[in-house]
């Protein structure tokens, strides 16, 4: 029920109501005139026309008191359960949010250790071909001093960077799928 329709029924009830209450005193007046009788000086007659009116309105009035209790119940009702969806529709929003914010934190973090392990694939890659180029001149016997301050051979120190390599290819690899697990969820929503 819509605030202008609620506002349609209680300006309805109230004119009837207050009809009520001018029609009946008015129709036994009119009848007391119409029958020529006098108006009584006795309190005790007013008392009871004053009973007998009230024994006349106060059941119509009291019908619509308890109408418009209930009537006042249900739009309380209704608007408790409108309330209810608008929060859960709220909360489920807020976790949302709350899951979308985890999973940019964590993709966040994942891309700063790709972007590290990148970096040391390409360091490593770099310092090989270093390597290699000196293989290359003066063999794969040639000694030179590693990273580590080490001298040694070349074909020492290359089978370890090699091995290396290949683990921080696998690293860079778990991090894209990783990677790709999180943002998939979303992304196929």
């Known amino acids: 029920m819509n605030l202008d329709d609620l506002q349609s029924k209680i300006d309805r009830t109230s004119k009837l109501v207050l009809a009520a209450i001018i029609i009946v005193p008015l129709s036994y007046l009119v009848w007391f005139v119409l029958n020529g009788q006098d108006v009584s000086t006795n309190t005790s007659d007013w008392g009871t026309f004053g009973d007998f009116i009230g024994g006349v309105l106060n059941p119509f009035i009291a019908f619509f008191a308890f109408y418009w209790l209930t009537q006042s119940i249900q739009i309380q009702k209704q608007e408790l359960a409108e309330t209810k969806e608008i929060w859960e529709a709220s909360s489920q929003a807020q976790k949302d949010q709350a899951e979308l914010t985890f ?87």
Not at 103 to 121: C, D, F, G, H, M
């Open 103 to 189: 999973r940019t934190l964590k993709v966040q973090a994942l891309n700063s250790q790709l972007e590290y392990v990148n970096t040391r694939i390409l360091a490593e890659r770099e310092y090989i071909n270093q390597l290699l180029q000196q293989a290359t001149t003066h063999g794969l016997q040639y000694t030179v001093i590693t990273k580590e301050a080490e001298n040694k051979t070349l074909d020492e120190i290359l089978p370890p960077l090699n091995e290396e390599l290949a683990e921080l290819s696998k690293e860079q690899e778990n991090l894209v799928t990783e990677i790709q697990n999180i943002t998939s969820p979303v992304s196929g929503r």
